[in-house]
């Protein structure tokens, strides 16, 4: 299981096979869920031409590490992999990447999409777009389901 | 001592992101706050933390604690 912080662009399908070679699975998974989630152009009607995503560094870390015991428990995962982008990113640049391996494919869906939506809730990023206009603004909403604590 | 942090668009309203105070009695999140910020209200929806794990404002805070306010989250 593995969690890393990236502060330069990162290609996702390199991470995934460099994170997957060393591992001694083979033979064990059936199953691989990626979720790739990638920066845009437009967001609310706007046109943004480059965004810079802040932490906090260390409860980052510790919260995705927490979603990780807890999808364990939910699901027999046999290994994840999560990359998060912070720092100045341009449109088209990849901003998170999660992948999941399993013994079925049930699994690696569900735990895929679990880790997903657990890391828009509890992870402390936060977004700052540069708008086409030049102004920025903080991204205020997410669409992950509402923090209840 | 405790230090509090602050991220994100609350870290620009307020023009610093860590600070450290001497507490010399049982303090809460919220009475954290109140002692540094006297002059401002918490803002509505933010979220707490006590040593990186999400807490509520009522959440007891200690001396060597470190606890940080900030706006929704926005990752992924």
Redesign the interface.
């Known amino acids: 299981m593995t969690i890393k912080i990236c502060d330069v662009a990162f290609e996702p399908f390199t991470e995934i096979q460099n994170f997957q070679n060393p591992l001694t699975l083979e033979g064990k998974f059936g199953a691989t869920s990626i979720f790739i989630?990638t920066m845009r152009d437009f967001n609310d009607g706007d046109d943004v031409q480059a965004m810079t995503?802040?932490?906090?560094d260390?409860?980052t870390q510790?919260?995705l590490a927490q979603i990780i015991v807890a999808a364990k428990a939910k699901w027999q995962i046999l290994e994840c992999l999560i990359v998060?982008r912070v720092g100045d990113i341009l449109p088209n640049e990849p901003?998170?990447l999660v992948a999941v391996w399993s013994a079925h494919r049930g699994e690696a869906f569900e735990a895929c999409r679990y880790l997903?939506e657990e890391?828009?809730?509890?992870?402390?990023?936060?977004?700052?777009e540069k708008l086409a206009t030049n102004e920025t603004r903080?991204?205020?909403?997410?669409t992950?389901k509402v923090?209840g604590? | 001592m405790i230090t509090i942090r602050y991220f994100a668009s609350l870290r620009e309203t307020l023009g610093r992101s860590t600070e450290q105070l001497e507490i010399f009695e049982p303090h809460t999140v919220l009475s954290v706050w109140r002692l540094a910020n006297p002059d401002l209200a918490l803002p509505e929806n933010t979220l707490t933390a006590v040593n990186m794990d999400y807490v509520p404002l009522s959440n007891n805070v200690k001396d060597g604690d470190e606890v940080a306010f900030f706006p929704p989250v926005t990752g992924g």
Do not use: C, D, R, S
Not at chain 1, 53 to 56: A, I, P
């Open positions: 989630g995503l802040e932490h906090y260390g409860m510790k919260q998060h901003i998170v997903m890391l828009k809730t509890n992870a402390p990023f936060w977004k700052l903080w991204v205020a909403k997410n992950a923090k604590i």
